[in-house]
């Protein structure tokens, strides 16, 4: 059974950091895609950064610059650096892996982080 189990979330002033972890049991870790995702009040679900199972790396444009997605294979591990926390990055973190062809695609529950001005 595929567990993802999230954690780091937290309040936060702005300016702050976190390190958000997503850690993957059940699975071959290396061949899936990994990414964050969030859910701001009132909006859509949207991607914020990812890493392919060959180690290539994409981030929304909002979040370049200040989040750096990494992972550590040996760990089953995926992180998510926070720096330079806006009051606009309040949301819920999720945690996603799957196969480039679909054929698993998995969630964590979320972990919510809260920025205050």
């Known amino acids: 059974q595929v567990q993802l189990v999230e954690s780091g979330g937290g309040l936060v002033q702005a300016g702050g950091s976190l390190r958000l972890s997503c850690a993957a049991s059940?699975?071959?870790?290396?061949?899936?895609?990994m990414g964050w995702y969030r859910r701001a009040p009132g909006k859509q679900r949207e991607l914020v950064a990812d890493?392919?199972?060959?180690?290539?790396?994409n981030y929304a444009d909002s979040v370049k610059g200040r989040f750096t997605i990494s992972r550590d294979v040996a760990k089953s591990t995926v992180y998510l650096q926070i720096n330079s926390l806006k009051p606009e990055d309040t949301a819920v973190y999720y945690c996603?892996?799957?196969?480039?062809?679909?054929?698993?695609?998995?969630w964590g529950q979320g972990t919510q982080v809260t920025v205050s001005s």
């Open positions: 890493i392919t199972g060959g180690g290539v790396t």
């Open positions: 059940g699975i071959i870790f290396s061949v899936y895609n």
């Open positions: 996603r892996i799957w196969t480039t062809n679909m054929a698993h695609n998995y």
